[in-house]
């Protein structure tokens, strides 16, 4: 009798544990092109939900229209998302909310381990204005580093 008890004893304090159901995901790269800084708590009970996204971008390059250097990005801006024990991958989408049409797309993808501190990965930026009458469309790439927690 006594034995069962303390297994019943021994689950009831399990219980009692936290549980691991979210942690957090923080990418951010610094170079001649641009700085970025984007990361956003993350469920991992619920297939690697991204709760509360948001991130900054100041892009660097020259002949930027002045609305475009420095950009926040909110949970609407994140159009696709995926993260795994080894994978990380974010597409953000802004889009200027007047004329000349403008566009702003930010692919980042890591990869790492969950005893990494460190995820790398590369960053992709595609800048798309119409100038002229014409759209125009430009990318620039780099290397991102990303922190996974939880």
């Keep these: 009798m006594s034995r069962r008890l303390l297994v019943l004893?021994?689950?009831?304090?399990?219980?009692?544990?936290?549980?691991?159901?979210?942690?957090?995901?923080?990418?951010?790269?610094?170079?001649?092109?641009?700085?970025?800084?984007?990361?956003?708590?993350?469920?991992?009970?619920?297939?690697?939900?991204?709760?509360?996204?948001?991130?900054?971008?100041?892009?660097?390059?020259?002949?930027?229209?002045?609305?475009?250097?420095?950009?926040?990005?909110?949970?609407?801006?994140?159009?696709?998302?995926?993260?795994?024990?080894?994978?990380?991958?974010?597409h953000v989408h802004f889009e200027r909310a007047g004329e000349p049409h403008g566009t702003i797309d930010l692919t980042v993808e890591a990869r790492g381990t969950a005893n990494a501190e460190t995820w790398r990965g590369r960053y992709v930026l595609s800048i798309g204005e119409t100038v002229n009458g014409e759209f125009r469309s430009r990318r620039v790439t780099g290397r991102v580093s990303c922190s996974v927690e939880g």
């Design 9 to 90: 004893t021994a689950l009831a304090c399990l219980s009692f544990a936290p549980a691991h159901a979210t942690g957090g995901i923080s990418c951010e790269a610094e170079d001649r092109a641009a700085k970025l800084t984007i990361g956003s708590p993350i469920g991992r009970s619920t297939g690697g939900a991204f709760f509360q996204f948001e991130g900054e971008l100041e892009v660097r390059a020259a002949n930027v229209a002045e609305d475009f250097k420095k950009v926040t990005f909110t949970k609407d801006h994140l159009t696709q998302s995926w993260f795994d024990a080894r994978d990380l991958k974010m």
